[in-house]
């Protein structure tokens, strides 16, 4: 008769079992500020001040999207945000796609203290370097206008990292056996490398598009005018005009603008976290 050996098994199963228990609770933690903005941008403001507190809309308001809606030109901040995002992402994974080509297969002398210099940009927040920053766009004339937020875009540190160790893992033989055939750097690029790191720039083009959609300090900095409102800055504008008194108007409107950042994270949530899993593999 066998005996099954249950003492080595058993605390790992327990703590298998405390590790999902808790990443379920912080999951609900994190969920519940979401869920509880959809549920009182159905409520009206009388059922905001009851108390105790109503957690359901009774009955359910759905007139406050409309309302919210028509309150300011959220369609036209939609296009602005959308087209923003959009040239930020193409941009974005052109210029990205090439440096980090560049610094994954060409050699030459001090490019790893060059990418290093380039990777430790990161740690410099934005609010440091924000004002030569709008000296500079100012002199181009470009306060008040959407280049002050795509141009300074085309550079991403973050994008080159990404990007390089994907090509880092691409199989070098690949590269070598296309220079035997009479290929080139540029077609090598184009025809090797880019179609073999098409799951990564898919994930970086969500992770940019988000970031750029989520934007709201650059627009509040270098935006005057009405008509070039993002969809944060005529987020803000609304609940400094309604946010102390009509709750479910202001989060309606809050909903309104995460409707798309919702729908991208879901296509490629897989895809993102895979990226982000495969970033750390390969390299020579």
Same mark, same amino acid.
Do not use: C
């Given at each position: 008769?066998?005996?099954?050996? @249950?003492?080595?098994?058993?605390?790992?199963?327990?703590?298998?079992?405390?590790?999902?228990?808790?990443?379920?609770?912080?999951?609900?933690?994190?969920?519940?500020?979401?869920?509880w903005m959809l549920l009182t941008s159905f409520k009206g403001t009388h059922q905001m001040l009851n108390a105790p507190l109503d957690w359901l809309p009774n009955?359910?308001?759905?007139?406050?999207?409309?309302?919210?809606?028509?309150?300011?030109?959220?369609?036209?901040?939609?296009?602005?945000?959308?087209?923003?995002?959009?040239?930020?992402?193409?941009?974005?994974?052109?210029?990205?796609?090439m440096a980090a080509y560049a610094f994954a297969r060409i050699r030459f002398r001090g490019s790893g203290l060059l990418f290093g210099l380039f990777l430790a940009t990161q740690?410099?927040?934005?609010?440091?370097?924000?004002?030569?920053?709008?000296?500079?766009?100012?002199?181009?004339?470009?306060?008040?206008?959407?280049?002050?937020?795509?141009?300074?875009?085309?550079?991403?540190?973050?994008?080159?990292?990404?990007?390089?160790?994907?090509?880092?893992?691409?199989?070098?033989?690949?590269?070598?056996?296309?220079?035997?055939?009479?290929?080139?750097?540029?077609?090598?690029?184009?025809?090797?490398?880019? /179609?073999?790191?098409?799951?990564?720039?898919?994930?970086?083009?969500?992770?940019?598009?988000?970031?750029?959609?989520?934007?709201?300090?650059?627009?509040?900095?270098?935006?005057?005018?009405?008509?070039?409102? @993002?969809?944060?800055?005529?987020?803000?504008?609304?609940?400094?005009?309604?946010?102390?008194?009509?709750?479910?108007?202001?989060?309606?409107?809050?909903?309104?603008?995460?409707? /798309?950042?919702?729908?991208?994270?879901?296509?490629?949530?897989?895809?993102?976290?895979?990226?982000?899993?495969?970033?750390?593999?390969?390299?020579?």
């Amino acid at each position: 008769m066998s005996v099954i050996p @249950t003492g080595v098994s058993l605390p790992r199963r327990l703590g298998g079992i405390a590790l999902h228990v808790g990443l379920a609770v912080g999951g609900l933690v994190m969920l519940f500020p979401f869920v509880w903005m959809l549920l009182t941008s159905f409520k009206g403001t009388h059922q905001m001040l009851n108390a105790p507190l109503d957690w359901l809309p009774n009955p359910w308001r759905a007139q406050n999207y409309p309302d919210a809606f028509g309150a300011l030109p959220f369609a036209n901040a939609y296009w602005n945000s959308f087209y923003i995002a959009a040239l930020n992402v193409v941009l974005t994974l052109l210029t990205s796609a090439m440096a980090a080509y560049a610094f994954a297969r060409i050699r030459f002398r001090g490019s790893g203290l060059l990418f290093g210099l380039f990777l430790a940009t990161q740690m410099v927040p934005a609010q440091v370097t924000i004002v030569p920053l709008y000296l500079m766009l100012s002199e181009l004339g470009w306060i008040d206008s959407h280049l002050a937020l795509i141009v300074p875009g085309y550079v991403n540190p973050f994008a080159v990292f990404l990007l390089r160790q994907f090509i880092r893992a691409v199989p070098i033989e690949l590269e070598e056996a296309a220079r035997l055939d009479g290929a080139g750097r540029w077609t090598i690029f184009w025809r090797i490398v880019l /179609p073999n790191v098409r799951p990564g720039m898919g994930a970086l083009g969500i992770i940019v598009f988000l970031a750029s959609w989520n934007s709201f300090f650059f627009p509040l900095i270098f935006l005057n005018s009405p008509e070039l409102a @993002t969809v944060p800055l005529l987020v803000s504008q609304f609940a400094g005009q309604h946010g102390a008194t009509e709750y479910g108007l202001t989060l309606a409107a809050s909903a309104i603008s995460v409707i /798309p950042m919702m729908i991208a994270f879901l296509i490629g949530q897989r895809r993102i976290l895979n990226s982000m899993a495969m970033s750390g593999l390969g390299g020579r």
